[in-house]
């Protein structure tokens, strides 16, 4: 239904960078009236940039915005939002205290006499939008007090209602029970009908097929495909968004790794056992022995992190155990984590990784500070010690050790948090991500030195996005969907298709 | 336009019913409670003229708490109040050597300028409102004293209309009192009724929501910071014409008794929510328990202190637990 | 994602760093100008017993701005220091029947007593610390004035000797503030809970996920305030021979964040200076005695004071961005 007609929204060209990356690097996007557009793409593909660009969160370097055919430029969200494109946020961007009816009429409230504001009128008005959408809900309660799915509906009815003819979705059924999405796939019909277009971004494949016309993928900050959803394979689309050709598969020998480990036999050194939370993971089991490099493999918003922090304590989770190196683990302790021998190596650097005010130092005894002192006085010979060795071992590149580590680079920051793991004694590791965002020659490092951990009898598990990665550093992959186990591959099983394939066909539970 | 889809659940939760009427009512509740008890105690307690001396004597933290409600909703506190309060008492008794508009206008124009100062830093820069007035209150009590000769010398009130506006009655309550009334009806509609008040509550909740959603932040932040800075001038220039002086000793620590009472009436100090009824039964409570410190005769005044204190402690913590109790359900 | 990725070492533009310096060394480079300042032009100030006053002056802002900066260094504030200093001076009217030492353990209870429940409120309770601690504020100050109603003078030998004894030249309640600097230092530097701190202040999510026994730290940080301020508030006590709970402490919380943010350590938390905080001390204490010196009023003092904590969190701020 795109084909022909203007489009109501086009970006052309557009280049951003950021200081050590660049985010978009020529990209073009088309969306037409009336049409739902998939955008997809793995972390670091450039989708949450292009979004802020179309929203006017960013400007482009290079490149230009048309709307309705017309050059534009958007200095802030909210002139984007005046120009009718409106964005729905994962996080809901509304005022939670509010209540429902005051979220949805902010700024446009009706007026009685005295240009005081209409109470009455303003319910009702809420009222009636809301019903609209299929909600019936009582619109002067807190904007919190409303399920997810609802805030959602409110959102995106305050973002119609104010005359908006682009709605981006950013992943807007992760937090939605199967129902509340059917609510919203209704709606989204509805928008269709009446020529509003919607970019939807979000990783659950069924929901792509179900509801969206177009498709643009992104990699690398580039389009690698654009064109209409229906008749693209599954494993075609997966590949295209992992950077893979199922039909050409390169050789191996791409990434640092050496090969296969050989694991010890006996105790598996971590076992999560039929973990669950609500939303999020669904009866995940796994098992890593000493020397093992066990791969977690699925897309974004598989369950990935979240396995990971609830094996290291830092997600409570509804049922299941954790067991490390024989000792059964509190629920939502780290420091029992730890002490037991399981460490994390965060996905998210900044926000849960590095100390930004301490020092190189500091930061890898921060974990290991139990081990290293004496009555409560650290030990600053063994501190020194330690860092040193590791310093060393790691390549670490700072000035001193007692250089500030928001000074260092990403790979180098990166290696302080090994480092930190490493130093608590860990026997098993939770690397999320290990080379995400850090460069090339960092990152061939930070793989070889997974190897030598591995070698020298560690546990590792593995989460990465980089499937190359994932298929060449892993002994075994377990392969997560929406929550759940959805495959298992080992040996000569570990390919990058059969990934790909167990991701696309898994049976697991839909969103 | 219509779905076919059922919808999710509508019925609020018992707990979560529960939770918002005490956290809306709750102040309140425990003033017609206390008061309840005061009546079935004392005798001299529940008379008109107890009553019209509570209402007297908490007008003035009540005309500063409605300002405070506007910061704390927005997100904000404001810490200058007392010293705001100590300055105009003194410039109001100096202006009134040139009659009574210059009485209330001198204290209300410097008050206000320093409002707005503090607002537009706070706005501008993003400094933290704690900080930003926490240099207001250092710095108009440096001006009080400035003014006042190190605060050796008390003005006296000169302008009997000026006097008069302290403290002249009218079935048994003073003046001070139909202006804290006047005032708390013009504020909770601007607050309930009107775009601004709206605003207010959206900048607390979500700054940057706000901003998305087309609120004009810096600028209201800016006007919460001067509607305070005026209140406190006000509450100030009424104590002088009530006192006919200006006293300079006045106001130290009035700031906190003003934030306990807001927060007592259940306006959380994060921001976002909150109301005026609410400060309004903050604010007498605190008299009320006042008053029957008094009563009680073998307690000092310096009892209510404790109780306030206590009860600030309380109301954070079970508005802690209604908060946890909402997010889970 | 891509916004993450771009942590390469971003070079320092001239202005930041000259704010960067400021908010470093900014204490230490005023508190040397105004030295010079008044060695140069005020009359009699190098005598001895000038400097003995400031520093008997400066000794209680000092203690208190210790335990502050422990605080703030866990991105905390605690507002009810003034208050517990008078707390502790009731409790030293109240016990001086059983002898000094009791009077002084009851004193030190109750200020640590104090900061168990703030810190339990902050760290259990989740209650934001400036809530948390002005309720004490409120209520201690009350407490303190409920338990010694006025102001109740006292003789004391052992307590004189506190107050107002000098050894080897130096008054005793200098020699304790430096001693419990130093041990505040040590505390800082050497210890894991120095260390742990700071990891909270820095980066909570990251302290948690290290491990670190987030709560209990919090609790012992507003623990160990709660002890220092009640310090202060005997040897206040002991060197006036007198407690008034009234106007004990009064407005010290203001003094003592002044101190901790002028002296460099960040009101976001994440880092602790010692000696930037004695420092911040001194400078509010040799500017009032300036002013004062000079015959300037009293009301200077303040406006300054106010100009100097706008821009010492003005140049923090810069730094951060």
């Not at chain 2, 410039?91 to 209330?104: E, N, T």
């Not at chain 3, 230490?28 to 002056?57: C, D, G, K, M, W």
């Not at chain 3, 940080?221 to 709970?245: F, I, K, M, N, W």
């Not at chain 3, 930037?276 to 303040?302: C, D, E, F, R, Y």
């Amino acid at each position: 239904m795109s084909d022909g007609t203007a489009p109501v929204l086009e970006a052309r060209g557009i280049s951003k960078g950021f200081p050590g990356v660049l985010a978009l690097d020529g990209v073009s996007f088309r969306l037409a009236a009336g049409e739902v557009h998939a955008l997809v793409g793995e972390n670091g593909a450039g989708k949450s940039t292009l979004i802020k660009v179309l929203t006017g969160v960013h400007q482009p370097d290079r490149g230009e915005l048309r709307l309705h055919g017309g050059p534009v430029s958007f200095g802030t969200p909210l002139d984007a939002q005046r120009a009718g494109i409106s964005t729905i946020y994962q996080e809901v961007n509304l005022v939670p205290q509010m209540s429902v009816a005051h979220n949805l009429l902010l700024g446009r409230e009706p007026r009685g006499r005295l240009g005081v504001i209409d109470t009455g009128q303003l319910y009702t008005q809420a009222r009636r939008v809301m019903s609209r959408y299929g909600i019936q809900t009582d619109v002067r309660r807190p904007l919190r007090s409303l399920g997810m799915g609802a805030q959602q509906m409110v959102a995106l009815a305050r973002a119609v209602s104010i005359d908006a003819r682009v709605v981006i979705m950013d992943e807007p059924t992760s937090a939605l029970e199967p129902r509340e999405v059917d609510t919203l796939f209704g709606v989204i019909g509805d928008l269709r009908a009446g020529g509003i277009s919607v970019v939807y971004v979000s990783h659950r494949l069924e929901e792509l097929y179900r509801i969206c016309d177009q498709v643009t993928v992104l990699r690398d900050g580039r389009v690698a495909h654009t064109g209409p959803l229906a008749g693209l394979e599954r494993v075609k689309l997966i590949a295209l968004m992992l950077g893979r050709d199922t039909a050409d598969v390169r050789l191996r020998g791409q990434t640092e790794f050496a090969g296969r480990h050989t694991a010890k036999n006996g105790q598996p050194v971590v076992e999560a056992r039929a973990l669950s939370r609500r939303h999020q993971l669904h009866d995940v089991s796994i098992r890593v022995r000493p020397g093992e490099v066990v791969g977690l493999g699925g897309l974004l918003g598989a369950g990935r992190s979240e396995t990971a922090k609830a094996i290291a304590g830092a997600l409570p989770f509804d049922g299941g155990a954790v067991v490390v190196a024989g000792h059964a683990l509190r629920k939502g302790s780290p420091a029992a984590a730890i002490r037991a021998g399981a460490s994390l190596l965060p996905e998210d650097r900044k926000a849960e990784g590095i100390v930004p005010t301490m020092s190189v130092r500091d930061n890898i005894a921060l974990a290991a500070l139990p081990r290293l002192s004496r009555a409560g006085i650290v030990s600053e010979a063994r501190v020194d010690r330690v860092v040193q060795t590791l310093m060393k071992r790691l390549r670490i590149k700072a000035t001193s050790p007692h250089q500030k580590v928001s000074e260092l680079s990403g790979g180098n920051q990166q290696k302080v948090l090994l480092a930190r793991s490493l130093a608590t004694g860990a026997k098993v590791l939770l690397l999320d991500e290990p080379t995400r965002g850090i460069d090339v020659g960092a990152k061939a490092e930070v793989q070889a030195l997974i190897d030598e951990l591995a070698a020298e009898g560690l546990g590792v598990l593995l989460i990465s996005s980089d499937l190359e990665e994932l298929v060449e550093g892993s002994d075994r992959v377990v392969v997560l969907r929406d929550g759940a186990v959805v495959g298992e591959l080992s040996g000569d099983e570990v390919t990058e298709e059969a990934i790909m394939r167990a991701i696309a066909d898994g049976g697991g539970v839909d969103g | 336009m219509s779905v076919a889809v059922e919808a999710p659940p509508a019925t609020p939760a018992k707990g979560e019913r529960a939770s918002q009427i005490v956290q809306h009512h709750g102040a309140l509740m425990v003033l017609a409670a206390t008061v309840l008890v005061g009546a079935i105690a004392f005798d001299s307690f529940a008379t008109p003229q107890n009553a019209a001396n509570i209402a007297v004597s908490s007008s003035f933290v009540a005309i500063i708490a409605i300002g405070m409600t506007f910061v704390i909703i927005s997100g904000g506190i404001d810490l200058s109040v007392g010293s705001s309060f100590v300055l105009a008492g003194v410039l109001a008794a100096y202006g009134s050597r040139y009659g009574v508009l210059a009485a209330l206008l001198l204290p209300l124009a410097v008050c206000g300028l320093i409002g707005l100062v503090q607002g537009l830093i706070v706005a501008r820069t993003g400094m933290a409102p704690f900080i930003v007035t926490l240099a207001g209150l250092l710095g108009m009590r440096g001006l009080m004293l400035a003014v006042s000769g190190e605060g050796a010398n008390t003005y006296l009130v000169e302008d009997d209309a000026f006097a008069a506006l302290g403290q002249a009655s009218f079935l048994g309550l003073t003046v001070p009192v139909y202006i804290t009334l006047g005032l708390f009806l013009l504020g909770a509609i601007l607050l309930q009724r009107t775009g601004f008040g709206q605003s207010v509550y959206a900048i607390g909740g979500n700054e940057e929501a706000a901003a998305l959603m087309g609120v004009p932040v810096a600028r209201v932040k800016t006007l919460v910071y001067l509607v305070s800075g005026l209140l406190a001038g006000l509450a100030g220039a009424l104590n002088a014409a009530r006192l006919s002086s200006g006293v300079t000793i006045l106001g130290v620590g009035l700031e906190l008794d003003v934030i306990a009472a807001v927060v007592i009436g259940g306006t959380l100090l994060t921001g976002g929510a909150g109301g005026l009824t609410g400060t309004m039964a903050g604010v007498l409570l605190l008299g009320v328990i006042q008053s029957l410190i008094n009563q009680v005769g073998t307690l000092t005044s310096s009892f209510q202190q404790v109780v306030s204190g206590a009860f600030l402690a309380l109301v954070v913590v079970v508005q802690r637990v209604l908060h946890r109790a909402q997010r889970l359900s | 994602m891509a916004e993450t990725a771009g942590t390469l070492p971003k070079p320092l533009g001239g202005r930041t760093r000259t704010l960067a310096w400021l908010q470093r060394y900014g204490v230490y480079a005023s508190v040397l100008a105004l030295l010079l300042f008044n060695v140069a032009f005020t009359p009699h100030f190098l005598e001895v017993a000038n400097f003995r006053t400031q520093l008997i002056q400066v000794a209680p802002i000092v203690i208190v701005s210790l335990g502050m900066a422990l605080v703030i260094g866990t991105e905390g504030i605690d507002l009810s220091v003034g208050s517990v200093m008078a707390l502790s001076s009731a409790m030293v009217v109240l016990y001086l029947g059983y002898g000094a030492p009791v009077a002084i353990v009851a004193a030190l209870v109750a200020g640590a007593a104090v900061g168990a429940g703030g810190g339990a409120l902050v760290a259990y309770a989740g209650v934001q610390p400036i809530v948390a601690t002005l309720a004490l504020l409120v209520g201690i100050r009350g407490l303190a004035n409920v338990l010694v109603p006025q102001l109740t003078e006292f003789r004391n030998p052992a307590l004189i000797t506190l107050g107002s004894r000098s050894v080897l030249g130096l008054p005793l309640v200098v020699i304790i503030a430096a001693v419990l600097t130093a041990v505040v230092a040590f505390l800082v530097k050497r210890t894991i809970f120095g260390r742990q701190l700071v990891a909270v202040g820095g980066n909570r999510a990251a302290a948690k996920l290290s491990g670190l026994p987030v709560r209990r730290i919090l609790v012992a940080v507003y623990v160990l305030s709660g002890l220092l301020a009640a310090v202060a508030g005997v040897l206040a006590t002991a060197r006036l021979q007198a407690s008034d709970p009234t106007s004990l402490g009064l407005l010290m919380e203001l003094s003592a964040i002044t101190a901790v943010v002028v002296g460099g350590t960040p009101l976001t938390g994440g880092r602790v200076r010692v000696l930037g905080t004695v420092m911040g001390a001194l400078l509010i204490q040799l500017l009032q005695a300036t002013l004062i010196k000079h015959n300037l009023p009293q009301s200077w003092t303040q406006m300054v004071q106010a100009v100097i904590i706008l821009a010492a969190v003005y140049a923090a701020r810069g730094r951060k961005k």
